[in-house]
C-alpha cells in the first residue's frame, strides 16, 4: 500500500496542471508503473482534449510493457462516450493487467461503471488509494454532481473596523473601493482564473463598473453572472463589453441591441432566487462560482447555507461609516498575512471535503 501511495501522490501532483483548463471537467492524473519504474506519464491538459489515462499510456515508448504494468489514476476511469472514448475501455485494450484508483467518480454517468467494466474483463482493481486527497482535488466537482450546483466560493475585502464599502454619494463616478493591497487582489485574479463562473449583484455593477476579468493573473477569464433585477445597469458598463460571456439574470424583458457573448436569462427574484440561478449555472456546465458582492447577495448565500469556502481580507484601513461587511461564521481552515492584508479562509461548519 505505501508503494501503491507513493505512485498515487505523484497521480495528485500531475493532476493539478490542469487547475483552471479542463473544468468543468475534474483534474485527473495518470502514472503507468512497470517492475518499479515509472514508463509513463500524464493529465488532462484542457476540457474536451484527452484524458489522463491517455496522455500517460501514450507516452509509454515501448507498448509491450503495458501488458506487465499497473497504471494508477487519481479518479476513476471513465466508461462512457462523452468527448473522448471510454479510459476504461483503452486500458482493457492495450492488455493493462493493474489499475490503481484514487476515487470513484461521483458523475451519475460514470460512478461504478469503469470499475466494473474493468473488472469484468479481468483487471485487477485497487480502489481508494489516497481517498480523502484526490477526493479533495476536485472539490468543486464532487460538490456540483453530489448537490447538483456549483461549488460557491466567497470572497470580499473589508476595513479594519468591518465595512466593505464605502457611503457613495449622488452622481459620483462609479469606481471600485480600494481596500485590498496589491498582493491580495492578483490572489483573488489567480482564483477567477480557477473558476468557472463570477457573480456580482446589482449594485456593486453599478457602484464600480467592474471587468471582473483574470487582469492581474494568467489564465483564462470566468463567466460573468450578474444578477440585475430591474435592468438598472447602463448598456455602456464594462460587463456588457461583449468581451467575455455574460449572464445576467433579472425579472425585465431586456430589448438591446444585440451584443457578442451576452446573454439575459429571465427569472422570478421573490420565490427561491438563489437555488433556481444556481441550478441554472449547473446546468450550463459552470461547477464553480466566485461570489464577490455585494452584500446582500453575499448574507443571502451565506443564510441560505449555500456556500462552501470563504475568503475573507481584512485591512488596516478604517471607513467609519460605510456597507457593513457580511456576517459570517464557521469552520477556520488558513490565516495568512500579506502586508497591509491578513486574509482568513473559512467553510461551514459541518463541512467534510476539507
Known amino acids: 500500500m505505501i508503494i501503491d501511495e507513493k505512485y498515487m501522490q505523484r497521480c495528485l501532483q500531475l493532476a493539478l496542471n490542469g487547475k483552471g483548463f479542463v473544468n468543468p471537467n475534474p483534474m485527473v492524473g495518470a502514472v503507468v508503473v512497470h517492475r518499479g519504474k515509472i514508463i509513463g506519464e500524464g ?25 506487465e504494468s499497473t497504471i494508477y489514476v487519481s479518479l476513476e476511469p471513465c466508461s462512457h462516450y462523452g468527448k473522448t472514448p471510454p479510459c476504461a475501455q483503452l486500458i482493457i485494450d492495450m492488455g493493462i493487467p ?19 467494466m474493468l473488472q469484468a474483463a479481468g483487471v485487477d482493481v485497487t480502489v481508494g488509494v489516497l481517498e480523502k486527497e484526490a477526493r479533495r482535488l476536485n472539490k468543486e466537482f464532487f460538490v456540483a454532481q453530489t448537490y447538483d450546483r456549483p461549488y460557491i466560493y466567497l470572497k470580499w475585502a473589508q476595513t479594519n473596523d468591518g465595512y466593505i464599502d464605502r457611503v457613495r454619494l449622488d452622481g459620483e463616478r462609479p469606481s471600485p ?18 473558476v468557472g463562473g463570477i457573480m456580482i449583484g446589482t449594485n456593486t455593477a453599478v457602484n ?7 487582469r492581474c493573473w494568467h489564465g483564462r477569464n470566468p463567466v460573468r453572472i450578474i444578477l440585475d433585477r430591474m435592468g438598472r445597469i447602463p448598456a455602456g458598463y464594462t460587463v456588457f463589453d461583449g468581451k467575455v460571456e455574460t449572464i445576467v439574470f433579472t425579472e425585465q424583458k431586456m430589448v438591446r ?3 457578442e457573448n451576452l446573454t439575459f436569462i429571465k427569472v422570478d427574484f421573490e420565490e427561491g432566487l438563489v437555488e433556481n ?27 441560505k447555507h449555500l456556500w462552501d469556502e470563504a475568503y475573507i481580507e481584512i ?20 490565516e495568512w498575512k500579506w502586508g497591509t492584508s491578513r486574509q482568513i479562509q473559512l467553510c461551514p461548519d459541518n463541512y467534510k471535503i476539507l
Request: proline share 5%; with cysteine.
Open 43 to 67: 493529465y488532462h491538459r484542457r476540457y474536451g482534449e484527452a484524458h489522463a489515462e491517455v496522455n500517460a499510456i501514450d507516452s509509454v515508448r515501448d507498448k509491450s510493457l503495458l501488458k
Open 98 to 116: 493493474r489499475v490503481v484508483v484514487g476515487c470513484l467518480d461521483p458523475y451519475p454517468a460514470v460512478s461504478g461503471g469503469g470499475i466494473k
Open 177 to 194: 473601493t480600494p481596500i485590498s493591497n496589491d498582493f491580495c487582489k492578483m490572489l483573488v485574479h489567480k482564483k477567477r482564473a480557477e
Open 208 to 214: 464600480d463598473n467592474p471587468s471582473l476579468t483574470t
Open 257 to 259: 441591441p444585440f451584443v
Open 277 to 303: 440561478i444556481l441550478s441554472i449555472l449547473k446546468k450550463r456546465k459552470i461547477n464553480s462560482v466566485l461570489v464577490e458582492g455585494g452584500r446582500e447577495l453575499l448574507q443571502s448565500l451565506i443564510d
Open 315 to 334: 485591512s488596516h484601513a478604517s471607513f467609519g461609516d460605510g456597507v457593513k461587511a457580511p456576517i459570517i461564521t464557521g469552520r477556520t481552515i488558513k
